[in-house]
């Protein structure tokens, strides 16, 4: 069946980097998924991963993506207080649909 | 461009009572989906509609339905409300493979 989890709290110094870490069960996932959640907000979609991708960076974010362990990690360079949120890892079976599958989220604080 | 729009943002409903929430997708979009949140399941699947059709479906009761209109929008409806139903219920949009774009959901208390 279907599974991904995350450790549910990671606290870090302003400036520090961050490593939030998810495993996922399910091998024939497409794409994993980085969203991130601010109180009161909707999500919003930080970075995704092909399942044949090993890396990918986007300014402050990379994704690292190791299938045959199923571990996939977002890393956050330079973490600023508007970095606090939770962040959720998510995986899906093809690009069409909107069918997700998402870990509980980690909390992330950044303390001053 | 304006995004994914819910209404309402927050509903108190009684036990046995049903409810409907409204979802409008970004303007192209096709294909609507809804999630439950809440603290003890976190985010979870119930359904979704492209083109008026539903492609998937979570693994959720009966009670919990949707539909899809020719504008895209969508409603989803909960049928004889429990109180576990008390959420925040989450709707996206998305075009093709392009991103999923998700509004800022309706939170239901069912007292």
């Known amino acids: 069946g279907e599974d991904v989890e995350q450790s549910l709290f990671l606290s870090v110094r302003e400036g520090d980097s961050s490593v939030i870490n998810c495993t996922y069960t399910d091998s024939s996932s497409t794409y994993l998924y980085w969203y991130k959640q601010e109180p009161g907000a909707g999500l919003q979609l930080l970075t995704y991963?092909?399942?044949?991708?090993d890396m990918k960076q986007d300014q402050r974010l990379t994704v690292l993506l190791n299938k045959k362990d199923k571990h996939l990690s977002l890393r956050i360079a330079d973490t600023q207080t508007g970095d606090s949120a939770i962040y959720f890892c998510a995986e899906s079976f093809d690009n069409y649909g909107q069918n997700f599958v998402f870990g509980p989220g980690t909390r992330l604080s950044v303390l001053p | 461009k304006a995004g994914v729009t819910q209404t309402p943002r927050y509903l108190i409903k009684t036990r046995g009572q049903q409810v409907t929430l409204s979802c409008s997708p970004i303007s192209g979009h096709r294909s609507v989906s809804w999630y439950q949140q809440t603290p003890g399941q976190g985010l979870q699947f119930l359904f979704e509609y492209f083109s008026e059709t539903q492609r998937n479906k979570g693994n959720f009761p009966g009670r919990f339905s949707g539909r899809q209109f020719s504008n895209s929008r969508s409603e989803m409806n909960v049928s004889t409300l429990e109180l576990g139903d008390s959420a925040l219920y989450l709707c996206?949009?998305?075009?093709?493979?392009?991103?999923?774009?998700f509004g800022q959901g309706t939170r239901l208390t069912v007292v």
């Open positions: 991963i092909f399942s044949n991708m």
């Open positions: 996206a949009s998305k075009i093709g493979t392009g991103e999923a774009f």
